[in-house]
T-cell receptor
Framework: AQKITQTQPGMFVQEKEAVTLDCTYD???????LFWYKQPSSGEMIFLIY??????QNATEGRYSLNFQKARKSANLVISASQLGDSAMYFC?????????????FGSGTQLTVLP | EADIYQTPRYLVIGTGKKITLECSQT?????MYWYQQDPGMELHLIHY???????EKGDLSSESTVSRIRTEHFPLTLESARPSHTSQYLC??????????????FGSGTQLSVL
């Protein structure tokens, strides 16, 4: 079984500063993908960034980057130059390629609040 | 971006009522999913479908049922709603194939409150 752990229930960051949201994972699949989703108070889930287990470089998407450390099984999300609109719940998720691991598994989320 | 629609956005009903939560997508995706999410908590997979006439139960046991008669439509039904069913229900879809980078596209969710 695969598992995602997000140990920060809530985080605060000052506007324009960078923030790191932690995510660790556990899986027996040799090939897997890691995702981050943003969920604003309106409820929809918005895809932010993806990292493949065999990708040589860390993924980046605009102000979002994923700090992938395979040996430590961590996939932390870094948001640079935080904006007030970044205030939301952030979920880390993973998918393997075999059996039930093919379904996306989510962590418990981190509530990020950006302060003006 | 995939277009995936859920109705209603909010639903408040009394105990014992039968309800159907609608989910439709216009991208022709074969795979569709229903997730249940309590406030501030993680998403739990309750149902999924690989295509027409295919439905499977997810990791979290649910009293709801689903059907997949058309590719674009994946409704969820509760025959007799109870207060314990109060939650947010999120529908998602993805393209065919099983790859690690397969991305899910989500609808806006239905917030269900059973009194």
């Amino acid at each position: 079984a695969q598992k995602i752990t997000q140990t920060q229930p809530g985080m605060f960051v000052q506007e324009k500063e960078a923030v790191t949201l932690d995510c660790t994972y556990d899986t027996s699949d040799p090939s897997y993908g890691l995702f981050w989703y943003k969920q604003p108070s309106s409820g929809e889930m918005i895809f932010l960034i993806y990292q493949g287990s065999y990708d040589q470089q860390n993924a980046t998407e605009g102000r979002y980057s994923l700090n992938f450390q395979k040996a430590r099984k961590s996939a932390n999300l870094v948001i640079s130059a935080s904006q007030l609109g970044d205030s939301a719940m952030y979920f880390c998720a993973m998918r393997g390629v075999s059996g039930s691991a093919r379904q996306l598994t989510f962590g418990s989320g981190t509530q990020l609040t950006v302060l003006p | 971006e995939a277009d995936i629609y859920q109705t209603p956005r909010y639903l408040v009903i009394g105990t014992g009522k039968k309800i159907t939560l609608e989910c439709s997508q216009t991208m022709g995706h074969d795979k569709m999913y229903w997730y249940q999410q309590d406030p501030g908590m993680e998403l739990h997979l309750i149902h999924y479908s690989y295509g027409v006439n295919s439905t499977e139960k997810g990791d979290l046991s649910s009293e709801s049922t689903v059907s997949r008669i058309r590719t674009e439509h994946f409704p969820l039904t509760l025959e007799s709603a109870r207060p314990s069913h109060t939650s947010q229900y999120l529908c998602a879809s993805s393209e065919e194939g099983w790859t690690a980078n397969e991305k899910l596209f989500f609808g806006s969710g239905t917030q269900l409150s059973v009194l």
